[in-house]
T-cell receptor, first 110, second 116 residues
Framework: EDKVVQSPLSLVVHEGDTVTLNCSYE??????LLWYKQEKKAPTFLFML????IEKKSGRLSSILDKKELFSILNITATQTGDSAVYLC??????????FGTGTRLTIIP | DAGVIQSPRHEVTEMGQEVTLRCKPI?????LFWYRQTMMRGLELLIY????????DSGMPEDRFSAKMPNASFSTLKIQPSEPRDSAVYFC??????????????FGDGTRLSIL
């Protein structure tokens, strides 16, 4: 069964800190890996990664994929209280289905 | 541009009643997905459509659940009869992907369903 595992389950840091969130996945028919941010409502799309070693960046957020070791990381630098959310990782294992991890709950303390 | 639109935002009903959730995908998107999110099981795919045709319904929990997509701009998820264990947040998402996949999905705000 296709599987996506995220760690840590939760993380509490102070504003201004840098955080790294982890996502590992199974290899069967892997196509792409996606990161979403979920606050109170809809998951909002952050990044989609298909190639190993190429960093995607948006402001203070960045992400990279390692297809050899089957994992991805999401980095957030200079964290702000607005970064508090659940961060979801999902993998596309072929056709259009996404398998989601259970998420990392990030809390930023002012 | 309007995102994925779901209705109702909240639904509270008694066990045994029929529940219908509605979704309007982003214009031009040809794939539509229904998910269920609970604390215990996280975000699970129930069914998805491509060009209004159901492609994979293996995530539909049982015969009480059904989904339709009569046209490119509308889909429904129906539960009949509803049970307390169906209580969850139901999300609809859409994408421009096709059978080849590999396009990000964009989510609606969800319907929070409570079955008493």
């Amino acid at each position: 069964e296709d599987k996506v595992v995220q760690s840590p389950l939760s993380l509490v840091v102070h504003e201004g800190d840098t955080v790294t969130l982890n996502c590992s996945y199974e290899v069967t028919n892997f196509r792409s890996l996606l990161w979403y941010k979920q606050e109170k409502k809809a998951p909002t799309f952050l990044f989609m990664l298909t190639s190993s070693g190429i960093e995607k960046k948006s402001g203070r957020l960045s992400s990279i994929l390692d297809k050899k070791e089957l994992f991805s990381i999401l980095n957030i630098t200079a964290t702000q209280t607005g970064d508090s959310a659940v961060y979801l990782c999902a993998a596309n294992f072929g056709n259009e289905k996404l398998t989601f991890g259970t998420g990392t709950r990030l809390t930023i303390i002012p | 541009d309007a995102g994925v639109i779901q209705s109702p935002r909240h639904e509270v009903t008694e066990m045994g009643q029929e529940v219908t959730l509605r979704c309007k995908p982003i214009s031009g998107h040809n794939s539509l997905f229904w998910y269920r999110q609970t604390m215990m099981r996280g975000l699970e795919l129930l069914i998805y459509f491509n060009n209004n045709v159901p492609i994979d319904d293996s995530g539909m929990p049982e015969d009480r659940f059904s989904a339709k997509m009569p046209n490119a701009s509308f889909s429904t998820l129906k539960i009949q009869p509803s049970e307390p264990r169906d209580s969850a947040v139901y999300f609809c998402a859409s994408s421009t992907g096709g059978i080849r996949g590999n396009q990000p999905q964009h989510f609606g705000d969800g319907t929070r369903l409570s079955i008493l």
